[in-house]
């Protein structure tokens, strides 16, 4: 009783007003009961994999040394010697793994329901630089490793990024503050990775959910119309979600830990050099073309997905056709993408 007036009298707020709002917000929030199918929620899952991505993260900065020197040795220490390292690394490495898997599946539940139509084309957009993100703060983790693999992947990445007309040559030197891979490069991917990419992706992430409550979840066509009240079936719903998470990222790292591979070697370069699975496609795409018709294409490419929802209008007056011709071209694309990347992966 004591400590509750202490703290009224430092902060005089009406509290009784602040909890009705908060409970207007946050607890009573109609959902519409077509969420209760989690395909329709998988935007929840990379929102979950986010704590748990800082929490590992944190965890592993602990003992990480962003050296060339240092790196890979750092690494093994963690993985072969420091207390629960292995799980830990384990469930990072997962953890990214499972985002990426999860942001695939929510951009193609948002797709196959329209729902970036308007009102909702900014936060398609939004979601859509939350996916770049995610896959750039993937490459610099990967490469923090500092292996012969992860090295050659991030000589070939950032070789590419030269190929990028106008600004291909900053963004190199940026990248990599030399002409080399070498300390700079790594104590750059090592911000990049530890605090300036979760910083934007938290906000990004903020801005996304802004957004989408400002519109509502949209609601597709043939599913029980009806709303619940987030609290308590969606809230624990989420709970229960994390559990899952939680338990599936520690069975996979104790069953399929992550390897360390050989420490990285400048002056050899290995027979294979691949990226990690999520960049297979791209990878193929640009092994078996002129380099910048290929970076071409795939940029043209990347920006028809970034303003899909301003695009998609032309293909049709008729509402029907255009839904028809859109659900081909996204099919498509995700055909092209998934043969690319099982060729890669059946190359090696
Ligand atoms: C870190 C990545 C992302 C997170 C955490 C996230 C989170 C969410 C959440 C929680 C929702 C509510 C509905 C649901 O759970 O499915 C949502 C809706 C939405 N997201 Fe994402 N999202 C991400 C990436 C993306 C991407 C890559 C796109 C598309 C390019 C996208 C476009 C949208 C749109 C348009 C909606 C509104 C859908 C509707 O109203 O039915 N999001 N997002």
Redesign the pocket.
Known sequence: MRAKEWIKERFPIDYKKFIEINESIFIKEPIPVH?KKWL?????T??IL?PIQIITGILLAFYFMPSPEMAHESVRHITEEVRMGFWIRGLHSWGANL?IIA?FL??M??FF?N??RKP?EI??I???V??ML?LTISFTGYSLTYNQLSYWAMTVGTNLVKEIPLIGGFALELLRGGESIGTNTLTRFYTFHVWLLPLI?VLM?AI??IV?RV?G??EPEGYEKGYYAFYPTHFFKIILATLFLLSLLSLLAIIYPPGIGVPADPLNTPLHIKPEWYFYSVFLFLKFIPIKLGILITGIAVMGMVFWPFIEPFLSKDEKKRTIISYIIGALTILILIILTLIQTFTL
């Open positions: 969420m329709f929620a998988m935007g929840t990379p929102f986010l985002m942001i929510h951009m539940r948002v329901t729902a970036y909702r936060n398609w939004v979601g859509f939350l996916l995610v992706i992430m996304h959910i989408l519109h979840v949209s």
